[in-house]
């Protein structure tokens, strides 16, 4: 018998600790990722743009280097600059030098526009973001003195748009990489949860077996921190079953020091009744004795039942209770031949304990005993639940009424068989407080006779 797992959703529902972590790690890693998203990108941004300046700058003092001035003042390159991208044209980076008086002169790339002056007033190099030929451009200049003590503007640009773009493709890099991670963190983090959350599945499987009564304490190894809730809980069982075994012996002693005394005042009034003159009150003792006598049989049985039937974890095999009780009720009923049908390989079970059990199973067939013609029939099936036991006499049976009353204390259809009327009143007790089911029936086969289904 193996219970189903609880479903996926219940294990990941609303109410589980495996949401709630695998909700936590996401919170965790959304801000992990996104603060290394945010810094990354800030800092290679602030990066490039050193870069770019510094670079720039070396630029606009090589072509103050390579620029001379004719002696009548045109400024003349004397070799191009180092960076071959001032020779290609539009290409985004740009130079101009200004002298007064004469036309500018412009890097090759510069095939229109042109770069303001204002930039270039100071002899320290300054730069600012202006228009320039393609667009925003960084702007770098400085003047310097020429030989005439002219003013020589020194510009150098480039475009703004070459610096993002650079920035940009870092960026969408980043990002794909960065959730690539995310979601490697995010599939890990639900691996540990599966892993760390094991132990409790076991644990509950293993409380289901126990309120099965598949087990009758809890087995297994469990991790450090929940095994000492379950050898709590083992505990605790082994208490209450020692509670209820000393609750059996109080029961059965108790049962024990009253029938003595009660059987000797029942002889005591039979005899009196035999005397005409005390007869009367001897009957009235009589009665009384045997209500008591019943009463006491009944309420003990039924105490019993409930405290047994309250301890988890009793499971009996049918088969190993059966022969006794047949043998025994063999030599009480001479006359009835019992036959028992049960299945070799697979041992049907009943959540109850043993001699609950024999108790229970007892009382059923000695009804049938008493009652059969000739034969009983006691069968025993195997099934998911357990087992089913089926027992079917060839006696007189009992009208759809008398069923339906039956179980009844002291309640007895045919007076004039000996008996206590008890026997299916416990029987019914046991079964309720195991959780058995206990169905009288007619045979199934259309003869006369009763058939008793436990299961
Ligand atoms: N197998 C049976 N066939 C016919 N009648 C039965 C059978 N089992 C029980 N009964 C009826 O149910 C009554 C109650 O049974 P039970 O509680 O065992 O009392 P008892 O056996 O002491 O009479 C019996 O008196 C009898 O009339
Ligand atoms: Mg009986």
Known sequence: MSEPRPSLARRWGWNSLRLRLLLAIAAWVVVGIGGIWISAVSLFARHVEQGYHEELEVHVRELAGLIRLQPDGTPVLTRPLSDPRYLVPMSGFYWQVNVDGHAPLRSRSMRRGELDEQVAHSAEVLHRIDKGPSGPAITYGFVAKGPQGQDVHYMIATDQRLLDATIADFTRDLTVWLAGLAVTLLLTGAAVVLFAFEPLDRLALAIGRLRRGDRAALKGKLPYEIAPLADDLNAYIAHNAEMVERARVEAGNLAHSLRTPLAVIIDEAERLSRDPRTAGSAQVLLDHSQRMAQQIELRLARARAAVSG???????????????????????????????????????????????????????????????????????????????????????????????????????????RPGSGLGLAIARDLAQAHGLSLTLSDRSDGLAGLQVRLA
């Open 310 to 416: 309250a301890l988890p974890g009793a499971v009996s095999r049918i088969d190993e209770v059966l022969p006794s009780i047949l043998s025994a009720l063999q030599r009480l009923h001479p006359g009835i031949r019992f036959d028992l049908t049960q299945p070799s390989d697979d041992p049907a079970t009943l959540p109850i304990d043993p001699t609950d059990l024999t108790e229970l199973l007892s009382n059923l067939i000695d009804n049938a005993g008493k009652w059969a013609r000739a034969r009983v029939t006691v069968t025993v099936t195997a099934n998911a639940a357990g087992g089913v036991v089926t027992i079917v006499d060839d006696g007189p049976g009992l009208t759809a009424e008398q069923r339906a009353m039956a179980g009844e204390p002291g309640l007895r259809f045919d007076p004039a």
